[in-house]
């Protein structure tokens, strides 16, 4: 449940981010070197990564917390 609600976060934001880097291109143009504006590699690289990246974030504290017995964790203040 944790790993899903961290997944559905990056699907909601990385269409916002591919969207934003594509209309923000033509003001960084300028700033790129050796690299187009449309990028196949970074367009599909990036995106991966972060999602890679939400994947453990979502995970190491899900199975931490599955790991914790559920009457320590009630009694506990």
Same mark, same amino acid.
């Given at each position: 449940?944790? !790993? ?8 909601? /934001?990385? %269409?916002?981010? &591919? @969207?934003?880097? $594509?209309? #923000? ?9 050796? !690299? ?8 599909? /690289?990036? %995106?991966?990564? &972060? @999602?890679?990246? $939400?994947? #453990? ?21």
């Amino acid at each position: 449940m944790t !790993v899903r609600k961290g997944l559905v976060l990056a699907a909601i /934001g990385l %269409p916002i981010g &591919l @969207v934003g880097a $594509a209309f #923000l291109t033509r003001f960084i143009q300028g700033l790129l070197y050796g !690299v187009s504006t449309t990028d196949p590699v970074t367009y599909v /690289g990036i %995106p991966l990564l &972060l @999602v890679l990246v $939400a994947i #453990l974030a979502s995970y190491i504290p899900a199975r931490r917390a599955s790991r914790v017995d559920p009457l320590v964790a009630l009694r506990s203040e």
